[in-house]
């Protein structure tokens, strides 16, 4: 059973910093895409990254790009979620998905999430 688990969330101030984790465990074999999503109160749940199995490649929602990025280490079996300039629009539930590489795009969500962190971007 794959297990996503975030970590790194919490209450930041507009115009801070925040890094994401997320850790994987569980995962038998093959090469998958981590990604990021989030949900904002009241609102749908947004792709905001992604990122293959290599690390070569990126993909980021329009709303982060040049603010927020993505990186794994598949040592760590982990990815992470840099978020730079934030403002309180990025206020949000951020989950950590991942699952198997059948091609971009990504923003549909892959086979498993986390349960998810909290970040509050005040303003």
């Known amino acids: 059973q794959v297990q996503l688990v975030e970590s790194g969330g919490g209450t930041v101030q507009a115009g801070g910093s925040m890094r994401l984790s997320c850790r994987e465990s569980g995962r038998t074999s093959g090469a998958y895409v981590m990604a990021w999503f989030r949900q904002a109160p009241g609102k749908d749940r947004e792709f905001v990254a992604a990122?293959?199995?290599?690390?070569?490649?990126?993909y980021y929602a329009d709303s982060v790009e040049g603010r927020f990025t993505i990186s794994r280490d598949k040592f760590e079996n982990s990815a992470y979620l840099q978020m730079d300039d934030l403002s309180p629009e990025d206020t949000a539930v951020y989950y950590c998905?991942?699952?198997?590489?059948?091609?971009?795009?990504?923003?549909?969500?892959?086979?498993?999430w986390g349960k998810g962190t909290l970040v509050t971007v005040s303003s």
């Open positions: 990122i293959t199995w290599s690390g070569l490649t990126t």
């Open positions: 998905n991942a699952g198997s590489d059948l091609g971009p795009p990504y923003n549909a969500g892959l086979e498993y």
